[in-house]
T-cell receptor, first 114, second 111 residues
Framework: NAGVMQNPRHLVRRRGQEARLRCSPM?????VYWYRQLPEEGLKFMVY????????ESGMPKERFSAEFPKEGPSILRIQQVVRGDSAAYFC????????????FGPGTRLTVL | KNEVEQSPQNLTAQEGEFITINCSYS?????LHWLQQHPGGGIVSLFM???GKKKHGRLIATINIQEKHSSLHITASHPRDSAVYIC?????????????FGTGTLLAVQP
């Protein structure tokens, strides 16, 4: 059973471009959390999704950021018109339906905006 | 006041020393997580515990629900233990178990 997969591991974008970060949860997991770790700061919650539904997006900036978790395929965190302040490590975690307490983390995507 | 606080923020130890990292939280919780992150690396979940004590190899985690406090201990520390150790608690109640994280403890174990 492969762990949580994220790709790309490293992503470089110029200001104004779009960034797409992918997260494939562990097999059988239908819950996905996205967290962001800004440089020199701690991890912060962004968004929580179940298959085809956004349950809690209270930590996600209202503009330029969106997330989805389609019925088929990975969860996508999309950042439009990136700015330098978006440079960070983005982690996703997945959990099975029955035990939401236990979250398994992916290796993260490190986004650098030039 | 942060909902999850860790101490110390930085810790330097000599190889072989016994290490303790502390975590205090102010919210009601169903479980507490201890995570490990190597510089530039991913996050590894070490423990999830809701009561008592858990042990895995040289790592021991304890929690006191009444006092809202948890400790992570490393016995016979080794340079490969050098990493950031983070405690995290899920928000209590509601539809989500999003985690609230401490600021982390940067551990450096010198040979």
């Amino acid at each position: 059973n492969a762990g949580v997969m994220q790709n790309p591991r490293h992503l470089v974008r110029r200001r104004g471009q779009e960034a797409r970060l992918r997260c494939s949860p562990m097999k059988g997991h239908s819950h996905v959390y996205w967290y962001r770790q800004l440089p020199e700061e701690g991890l912060k919650f962004m968004v929580y999704l179940q298959k085809e539904n956004i349950i809690d997006e209270s930590g996600m900036p209202k503009e330029r950021f969106s997330a989805e978790f389609p019925k088929e395929g990975p969860s996508i965190l999309r950042i439009q018109q990136v700015v330098r302040g978006d440079s960070a490590a983005y982690f996703c975690a997945s959990s099975p339906p029955a035990t939401q307490n236990e979250q398994f983390f992916g290796p993260g995507t490190r986004l650098t905006v030039l | 006041k942060n909902e999850v606080e860790q101490s110390p923020q930085n810790l330097t130890a000599q190889e072989g020393e016994f290490i303790t990292i502390n975590c205090s939280y102010s919210v009601g919780i169903s479980a507490l997580h201890w995570l490990q992150q190597h510089p530039g690396g991913g996050i590894v979940s070490l423990f999830m515990l809701s009561s008592g004590k858990k042990k895995h190899g040289r790592l021991i985690a304890t929690i006191n629900i009444q006092e809202k406090h948890s400790s992570l201990h490393i016995t016979a520390s080794h340079p490969r233990d050098s990493a950031v150790y983070i405690c995290a608690v899920p928000t209590y109640g509601g539809a989500t178990n999003k985690l609230i994280f401490g600021t982390g403890t940067l551990l450096a174990v010198q040979p």
